[in-house]
């Protein structure tokens, strides 16, 4: 057998000398069919067998680059046959099954390095050799990882981008790649990774089409996909013209790469979209095809793509009305062994999970996938409040740190995004905090004046949506807060949150309403009133910074005034049902207000309120002329003998008012003494007994 394999490959070396044009210039199967089969014979056992098969494997390739200069040939056609060897007819692929081939490899790389020095002018044929077999490398050396790794989905998607990307030179399994791992995507019920695989695969197709000369003027230009796929540009690496001039004929002649082709990747992108309910996304898709059914002058279809669109809008008002739901972004690092988590170990993750997958499910999905490689009692999480020593690890053991992550934006770039759904697209940047105390071991204390806390803030080396459900964290800041740093940012977040509500296209009642009970109804002792008497008091002021005090003192009045807006956009919101708790937060506004502004030492009557209270009886207490404490405060005791006004006799700061009604409101009398104990003077007493 051995001997018969010989003299065929001296056949093949002769038959390579007499035809090298036809092989190498015009198009043709025998090329693709001898590469494959000799390639196999370069994983054989015998040494003999792989010695030859790689002297007519180098031999094939430097005649390609005699005839053509180049090796897009025998790149493309080695590619492939890469491609068939690790088809699906094998059942399971180790590492050891394909050691014989690398070395073929390694033989054909040593002889490149030291005997194939200039072939033709200008030409290095060594170097070409070895960037063929560098990539053959790769490839092979990739597709047992994905192997390896195949009980961990995000690994395996990863490699098979991988893979997609190494045959920049193989149009046609560039795309047979792309296909495989929006497959894997939609059988994991990823439907949006799915989509964006599918997306960056037509635009793909275009770019070769481009490349091939048969891209025409109304296709889509890269840039135009930033608001389907904010990154998409970076992810389009493609060849030069002249690696495919030599096989124009032969590569991308099948469906995938026409018009038709382009339209059915997009209309599967957005059935994806849909399943995700990321419905502006389908209608920023549909805004990719639009352009070729009006170019064909297609009115049929333009009326269907219209009325398709039209449902999409109407989706977006819904979801929003109701309370959408995105993704949920964990961030996630691997410990173990290099040697059984090589690709892992010791890496920062940020995943993105699916809608509503709490951190619980989420951990137990990780337990379950790497059980499946390790064991169950291989698999252990780790506590976030303590660093990782390494050294205490066990050998054989899986280790997972989980920690539940938010997007992080600055201001500036908050303010251009006031929807929910734009606040969770084309996102690179995480924040998470770890509370800690330092005179202590212990990280929560429920004595504020001691609560530190440590901000983290991440920065991945892409932006989601993206080809992979999880982007390795490339950048990391950290800052730590004092406690009355602590707590501004604590109210500085509550202000936000309520300036989010009420700056969307449509106002969330369910949303808004655990932002106000959360403030103005709150049960819990770390509440913005106790922050408020812990930092504020006359007696604390004096352990802090003036400057911390002030900002404190700020965000608590802009608090104040967010409240009082938001009470206001509710209102006319809420059906009967809702009005006794309606009546309830604006008389615990009230409550609120009056003891903020005794903190802060600020005027109430420079807090105009935007509503007119349900209950008339709050409107007691409206000051004529304000008690001025001796430190400049508006006291209790003086708001607490103010009386009803006319709205004549309110000052014009005062009488900023949204409905019709000719009454003005400012601080209320009213003082719960369970939350904050007030001693009320006789005369105050007297005149609520008598009333």
């Known amino acids: 057998c051995k001997d018969v394999k010989s003299f065929s490959f001296k056949v093949l070396l002769y038959l390579l000398s007499r035809f090298s044009g036809p092989f190498f210039k015009c198009p043709n199967t025998y090329c693709g069919e001898m590469v494959y089969e000799v390639l196999k014979q370069c994983n054989s056992k015998f040494l003999k067998t792989r010695s030859e098969a790689s002297a007519v494997i180098l031999t094939m390739i430097q005649t390609n680059i005699k005839e053509t200069t180049r090796a897009a040939r025998m790149n493309l056609q080695l590619s492939t046959a890469i491609s068939r060897i690790f088809g699906p007819h094998l059942v399971s692929v180790c590492e050891k099954d394909f050691v014989n081939i690398k070395a073929s490899l390694t033989a054909i790389s040593t002889y490149a390095k030291t005997n194939m020095m200039q072939i033709r002018e200008g030409v290095k044929g060594g170097e070409l050799v070895l960037e063929i077999v560098n990539r053959l490398f790769s490839l092979v050396d990739t597709n047992i990882q994905m192997e390896q790794y195949s009980f961990d989905p995000e690994t395996k998607a990863g490699f098979y981008y991988s893979i997609s990307n190494s045959y920049l030179d193989s149009p046609d399994l560039r795309i047979a790649q792309l296909d495989k791992l929006a497959a894997l995507y939609e059988k994991e019920g990823e439907h949006e990774c799915a989509a964006t695989v599918k997306v960056l695969t037509a635009a793909v197709t275009l770019e070769y089409l481009a490349l091939l000369g048969r891209f025409l003027p109304h296709y889509p230009k890269a840039v135009d996909y930033i608001r389907v796929f904010p990154r998409l540009q970076s992810e389009l690496v493609m060849p030069k013209v002249v690696d495919l001039s030599s096989v124009k004929e032969e590569i991308c002649q099948g469906r995938q790469f026409t018009e038709q082709g382009f339209i059915d990747y997009l209309k599967s992108a957005i059935s994806d979209l849909k399943n995700a309910k990321l419905f502006e996304t389908c209608v920023e898709v549909y805004n990719l095809i639009l352009p070729i059914y009006r170019f064909q002058r297609n009115y049929k279809k333009q009326a269907e793509l219209y009325h398709e669109l039209n449902e999409m809008c109407d989706a977006v008002v819904k979801e929003n009305l109701s309370g959408r739901i995105f993704g949920l972004y964990y961030r996630v690092v691997f410990y173990a062994n290099e040697d059984i988590l090589k690709e892992l170990h010791a890496k920062e993750w940020i995943y993105k999970a699916k809608a509503g997958l709490r951190i619980a499910e989420f951990k137990e ?107 390795r964290v490339i950048e990391k800041k950290e800052q730590e ?43 819990v ?48 919101l809420i059906d009967t049902n809702g009005m006794a708790i309606q009546n309830e937060l604006e008389r615990a506004y009230f409550e ?100």
């Open 592 to 691: 609120f207000k009056e003891k903020i502004c005794f903190l802060t030492k600020t005027n109430p009557t420079t807090i105009a309120e935007s509503f007119s209270p349900s209950d008339e009886s709050l409107l007691d207490g409206q000051p004529e002329t304000p008690t001025i404490s001796r430190k400049g405060a508006f006291s209790p005791r003086g708001l607490a003998k103010m009386k009803r006004t006319k709205t004549s006799e309110i000052p014009q700061t005062v009488t900023k008012i949204t409905s019709s009604s000719s009454s003005s409101i400012t601080s209320s009398t009213q003082d719960n003494a369970s939350r904050e104990p007030i001693k009320k003077s006789k005369s105050t007493k007297s005149k609520r007994l008598a009333k």
């Open 525 to 572: 002792n770390a509440g913005p009133l106790a922050i408020a008497q812990t930092f504020l008091s006359d007696e604390a002021r004096g352990n802090y910074s003036s400057q911390h005090v002030s900002t404190l003192e700020t965000v608590f009045v802009s608090l104040v005034q967010m409240l009082s807006e938001a009470l206001a956009k509710q209102k006319p």
């Open 365 to 471: 999905l990780l337990a379950r996938n790497f059980s499946v490689k390790f064991g169950q009692d291989k698999v252990h999480f780790l506590s976030n409040l303590k660093e990782v020593n390494l050294s205490q690890l066990e050998n054989g053991t899986v280790y997972i740190q989980v920690m539940a992550v938010d997007p992080y934006f600055d201001e500036d770039t908050l303010s251009k995004r006031p929807s929910k759904y734009e606040q969770n697209f084309d996102i690179d940047r995480f924040i998470y905090e770890t509370p800690f105390t330092k005179d202590s071991n212990v990280a929560y204390t429920e004595d504020l004046r001691k609560q530190w806390k440590r901000k983290t803030i991440l920065k991945t080396e892409k932006s989601f949506p993206f080809v992979s459900t999880r982007l």
């Open 481 to 523: 807060l004092s406690p009355i740093e602590n707590a501004t940012e604590l109210i500085t977040n509550k202000v936000q949150a309520l300036k989010n509500e009420l700056c969307g296209y449509t106002i969330d009642l369910k949303t808004l309403g655990i932002q106000l009970h959360g403030t103005l109804l709150t049960q």
